[in-house]
């Protein structure tokens, strides 16, 4: 047998231990981290074995074959301890075998291993893995090219003309083909690992999750889906639909909204009322996205559904009771207000001194109570979705001065002071008068409240081409960096608890933005720490919306 038909079949020798590798390490995927590396490095170890025992080929008293391969790939692929223990399993096995190059061999193999190491330290993160590989295959040509420099000169320039086309050849190849067929093993085991993470989560989820085709037939499913649907194994849905499991006017509106998700490309999310286990009534809160493959065609839509039933009904509950309790306060504090107000007015006999600021006191706990009653009434009605506003021409101007004479007692209380800096003198709003004049009173009441005693809150009013915009500025702490994306939520707050330093229930500002909104406004804010905040308020003009408004019929009619 010549020297390249001993060495191809080593290369072929080498394959069958590929196919007995990649079983072997499938046994070590359970096993801890030191563990599996030295089991790795064993498996390795004892392919070079194998390299060296099953198909020798002496030539010229030196006994070559490709167990270097298997030694350096053990330390390039799985790391220094797998390294150092398919060194140590090589190193034992080539002394066993011993003859006058041994110690030739052992060097091959000690350097090898080395190789393997630098070539992993050297691509590690900052390569391509198809470049990694091949300064592997090279480090391994490198270093069999080295090792017949281990033999006396003569010896080693004889043997290198007589063999080192063929050995050197089918080392780099075979280094290529080993390296390769080991890092595939070892991503798809980590592939599989993660499939199987992620099918347990899937499996273990209470919300149902599943994908359907672009004709709406089940392809994947978690159990909790059947459940939904009302059947027992999750492979009673698969290559169904929802006209299998639904009533017929409930699966073609579900089919309407996946054909149109699946048009659109875009994801959604939604509240609809669903029949949910044992055909009882209830609601999903429902994401559906559509799945894009590689050539950029839609492969059908993922869906996740979750049951909030209870949820909503705890907030039905929640908004019931908040009504009823708002309503019954609403009343009472109303006529403690009006009593207070004929007292300090001295019209039944003058008052002692004294007595007149327990009066200012009670009359200004009374006020704070009944907007925080209000509060709770107007977000009842935003959560309800009927929130209306009448929309005004409004001198924009007026209504500012009038939100800041409401202020006027808390200004004193506060020592703040307002100015108003206008450059759009004589500027008409699109707005509902009252509604307005809620925003600016929460904001006014903000800022106040976060200013410092004696600041100022500035008030700019601006023309931005046909919006208004109106700018509440203060020199407070700033809004805190993780909370601004809360800012507008209800009963948010910067702080709570012991820390708390501000009254209020955290929803005047989602009021604010709420009637904003419905005014076909924005409301925006910005902030830094420790020097302030401005809200900013962009409203229509009046003669913009009347122009608009006059545009849209036109061309309707």
């Known amino acids: 047998m010549s020297l390249w038909q001993a060495l ?10 590929m196919l007995a590798l990649d079983y072997a390490l499938g046994l070590t995927t359970r096993w801890n981290a030191t563990l599996g590396s030295c089991a790795k490095g064993g498996l390795l170890g004892l392919g070079a074995i194998g390299m060296m025992v099953v198909l020798p080929t002496l030539v010229g008293g030196a006994l070559l074959d490709l167990r270097s391969i298997f030694v350096a790939a053990s330390s390039f692929v799985f790391g220094p301890l797998a390294g150092l223990v398919s060194t140590a399993i090589a190193v034992l096995a080539r002394l066993v075998l011993g003859g006058e190059t041994a110690n030739v061999g052992v060097g091959n193999i000690v350097m090898a291993a080395l190789a393997g190491m630098a070539a992993r330290r050297f691509s590690a993160g900052q390569i ?34 007589r063999t080192g086309p063929a050995y050197l050849s089918l080392s780099f190849l075979g280094a290529l083909f080993i390296g390769s067929s080991i890092r595939a093993m070892e991503g798809r085991r ?51 639909t929802d006209f299998d499991f639904h009533p017929e006017d409930l699966a073609q509106r579900y089919r309407a909204d996946e054909v149109s ?21 209830g609601w999903l809160a429902t994401l559906k996205a559509p799945l894009i493959d590689d050539q950029g065609r839609v492969a059908g839509l993922i869906t996740h559904n979750r049951d909030i039933t209870e949820e909503r009904a705890n907030a039905e509950v929640k908004n019931e009771f908040l009504s009823v309790v708002s309503h019954e306060l609403r009343t009472p504090l109303t006529s403690i207000k009006g009593s207070l107000g004929l007292l300090s007015s001295e019209r039944f006999g003058p008052i002692d001194p004294k007595a007149a600021n327990l009066l200012q006191i009670a009359q200004v706990n009374s006020d704070r109570l009944l907007r925080l009653v209000n509060d709770l009434l107007d977000m009842e009605t935003i959560d309800r979705g009927k929130l209306k506003v009448v929309i005004q021409p409004t001198r924009l101007e007026d209504a500012v001065r009038q939100a800041v004479a409401e202020v006027k007692g808390y200004l004193v209380e506060k020592g703040v002071t307002i100015t108003v800096e206008n450059t759009c003198k004589g500027a008409v709003v699109a707005v509902d008068p009252d509604r307005f004049q809620q925003v600016l009173g929460n904001l006014l009441s903000n800022a106040m409240k976060f200013s410092p005693a004696q600041s100022v809150v500035t008030i700019r009013l601006a023309d931005l081409d046909g919006t208004a915009r109106m700018s509440v500025v203060d020199h407070g702490p700033g809004i805190p960096k993780d909370f601004q994306s809360r800012l507008f939520k209800k009963f948010e707050q910067a702080a709570s608890g012991p820390k708390r330093k501000s009254g209020g229930t955290g929803l005047g500002l989602s009021i604010t933005k709420s009637i904003v909104e419905a005014m076909n406004g924005r409301i925006t804010f910005e902030t830094a720490d420790g020097q302030g905040t401005t809200f900013h308020v962009d409203l229509p003009l009046y003669d913009a919306l009347a122009a608009k408004r006059g545009r849209t019929q036109a061309t309707a009619a």
Not at 8 to 17: D, E, F, G, R
């Open 261 to 281: 998700l699946l048009g659109s490309r875009e994801a959604t999310r939604l509240e609809q009322p669903a029949l949910l286990e044992n055909g009882r009534p």
């Open 8 to 17: 191809l079949a080593n290369l072929a020798l080498a394959a069958l231990v």
């Open 128 to 161: 391509a893995p198809r470049w990694a590989l091949l300064i592997f295959a090279l480090a391994v040509t490198a270093t069999n090219l080295a090792t017949y420099f281990l033999l006396p000169l003569n010896m080693a320039v004889a043997l290198l003309e």
């Open 190 to 240: 980590a592939l599989e690992t993660s499939n199987m993470i992620y099918r347990k989560m899937v499996e273990q989820l209470p919300d149902a999750l599943n994908f359907k085709d672009a004709k709406g037939r089940f392809v994947v499913a978690n159990p909790a889906t059947a459940r939904l649907v009302g059947v027992e194994e999750v492979s009673d849905l698969i290559g169904k």
